[in-house]
């Protein structure tokens, strides 16, 4: 496994395991069983001369520079770029030729649908529509043209069609020029006398408005004047009037201000007895809290005394309860003390009698355990005196320990009170027959069921059910 990595103008190709077409990347991990292609994407210049046919049959010949390059912003691109193209060198003759193929192809034809003058003088709208074609068939090779950029048109050697063109301009030029010279020393000739009377006139033509304008000037400024004389006396009336005003609003505020002064004069007088009856009102407040002060004082006096007396009394109170419940709190102390040493004392003893009766079990189970390893040993010992034969030994050790007899016993006191009845029952005459034919078993097992039933309902109460059959001397 290796760690690949491209450069800033670089894509890594990446084939193979777990891949399913091909995958690009910037960085990545190559694993066994991938291939890793490096390709570079920054953009080549082509330069080509192409040679075309207009639509006169007249052959010209476009030389062009292209800056081609993938297209890096698309990833489906990128992709047909890394398939068709990043294989070979960019440099190399095969995307050359590959690229110059279809500038070629496209230019011919737009040019063959053109004439020459249409080409010549649309060469911005030419090379819009030229580039418009090959950049489509350049999106099949995942290929974007940057930049283009077409030189003059060049004549093909044998026709030369922009000679002659620029000749004919040049003769054109020089005929323009001599004719352009004939009119400017014509026009020179007439433009003088033109100067000459234009002058005149406007020589008298300033002289009259010349005139005009001073009478329009002096006329203005008796205007002007008179504008301003009115315009000061409507100014001094103004200010009279203003000042008039100004007279009447003092005449108005000086009322005012003498009313507020007597109205001031009325408060203070007022406020003054208000004043007055307020500090008496406060003189009556103090004496009445100086008063109640002196009588709480007593009161508080009178009440800390008596308070502190039963404090006192209260304490000795407290005290006596106190002295009375340690007394029995020491009391019920050692009564609880010799309590706790008589129940030590008894659990002593428990554990003693408990320890005893331990050890007497241990001791016992100790002498069961011997006696089992005593009994192990002995039977292994009669085991192999035996044979191994685990049946014989079954059976001594069954007589050995009188097991033979208590099964007897057993059984005796089982079947001891018991009634037991016998049938025998017979199906009839035919049950020969029938017992000596196929079905013999069948009869015997039916042969049984009556007496069977009845022993059942006689040992147990219960009938057989209905389908199975009924008793003839039981009602039910």
Known sequence: MKWKTAGPSEYLAITGWGIPDIKLAKKEWIFPGQK?????????????????MSAEKLPFILPAVFTIGP?????????LYAKLISPHDKLSNHVKELVQGVIEGETRVLAASMTMEEIFKGTKEFKKEVFGEVQLELDQFGLLIY???????????????????????????????????????????????????????????INAETKMIMTQRQGEAQKEEIRVKTEVELFKNRKEAELAEYKADLATKNAGWSQASQLAEVESTKAVTLREVELQTEVE????????????????SKAAVDYETKVQEANWELYKKQQAAEATLYEKQKAAEAEKASADAKFYAC?????SALYAKKKEAEGITALAQAEGFYLNTLLKQLGGNYT????????????????????AQAVNGLQPKITVSSNGKGGEDVANGAMKDVAGVYSMLPPLLKTVYEQTGMLPPTWLGTLSDVTP
């Open 285 to 300: 407040k103090k004496k009445v809290l100086t008063e109640t002060e002196k009588l709480r004082g007593q009161l508080l």
């Open 147 to 205: 930049n283009a950029n077409v030189k003059q048109l060049v004549d093909v050697p044998g026709h030369e069609y922009f000679s002659y063109l620029g000749q004919k301009t040049q003769m054109e030029a020089a005929n323009q020029a001599k004719i352009d010279v004939a009119e400017a020393k014509k026009k020179g000739e007439i433009g003088a006398k033109e100067r000459e009377g234009q002058t005149s006139q406007n020589a008298a033509k």
């Open 36 to 52: 890793c292609t490096k390709f570079d994407v920054s953009p080549v210049n082509y330069t080509f001369e192409v040679q075309a």
């Open 71 to 79: 297209r890096v912003t698309d990833m489906d691109s990128l992709l």
């Open 351 to 355: 554990q003693q009698a408990s320890n």
């Open 392 to 411: 014989a030994l079954r059976d001594y050790m069954m007589i050995n320990k009188d097991m033979y007899q208590e099964i007897a016993r057993i059984n």
